[in-house]
């Protein structure tokens, strides 16, 4: 039996919210968009659009950003459209956040790859715009624009579903991205220096951004302050192994105290 091609829905959503700081590297975004209809009309004064209510339910987005230092950034998460209807969704290409005009407002721009999903959207593909900005106060303005694929059944009707989907799991790839930029990532590589660089003294073979950060750990070595070296007693020279373990454990007081401040 052929397999019918998936036909194509064009939508147009702006949802609000706000977004969460998880970590200095991730961001959560949980936002929600009413039926709505996009009005755009060009005149002779030039171009004009709004946002008014349609009838209908509401969607609802929940992402997670991991941010990068030049403002680029990964994301992806769900949108649910019903109750078990949800599609999954993640950034491709050059995502970015940056300033805007408004001195109040940070600007960002992301297109997103769809990769399934429940219900209506299982099997679907497609490409989806994200063209957003946040407040001062942390809270999210973000403009969709879908042309989602689905199976022709799906893209005219829908089923009931009786309870909500779940968030999706992250691959491996994303959980992976996520950790190469997060904190703890940022912990463990300080760790390594701290227990490497005061007595190797060989730079690190690693890539650039990981030979720069276990610079930055191994500088601080140099002003790490031995205020209970009293306490510890003279060392013999045989007990090189114990020296490290204390070295290491005051420069890890060093990096918390300084985490506090």
């Known amino acids: 039996m052929q397999e019918r091609p998936l036909q194509p829905i064009a939508y147009s959503l702006q949802f609000r919210g706000r977004i969460t700081s998880l970590s200095s590297r991730v961001l959560e975004q949980h936002a929600s968009a009413p039926s709505q209809v996009l009005v755009t009309t060009v005149d002779a004064n ?46 491709v290409g050059a995502a970015r956040l940056g300033r805007s005009p408004d001195p109040h407002l940070k600007h960002g721009a992301a297109v997103w790859e769809v990769e399934g999903g429940e219900g209506q959207f299982r099997g679907a593909r497609g490409r989806i715009t994200s063209n957003f900005f946040l407040s ?20 005219s ?24 930029r997060s904190s703890p990532r940022q912990d463990l590589l300080a760790e390594c220096a701290l227990w490497t660089a005061p007595w190797t003294g060989f730079p690190p073979h690693q890539d650039r951004d990981c030979a720069e ?18 306490a510890l007693g003279p060392s013999p020279d045989d007990t090189k192994g114990l020296d490290m373990h204390r070295a290491t454990r005051r420069a890890k007081w060093s990096i918390d105290e300084r985490r506090e401040q």
């Open 46 to 91: 030039g171009l004009a659009g709004r946002v008014q209510p349609g009838a209908g339910e509401e969607a609802l987005l929940v992402s997670r950003l991991v941010l990068s230092d030049d403002g680029s950034f990964d994301q992806s998460g769900t949108i649910e459209f019903a109750p078990g209807h949800t599609l999954a969704f993640r950034s």
């Open 136 to 155: 001062d106060s942390d809270e999210l303005t973000d403009n969709h624009f879908g042309l989602i694929f689905v199976a022709p059944a799906a893209a």
């Open 213 to 230: 950060e276990f610079a930055l750990s191994a500088a601080l070595w140099k002003d790490v302050p031995f205020y209970d070296e009293s």
């Open 157 to 180: 009707h829908a089923p009931e579903a009786r309870t909500r989907a779940t968030f999706r799991r992250p691959s491996i790839r994303e959980t992976w991205a996520q950790f190469r």
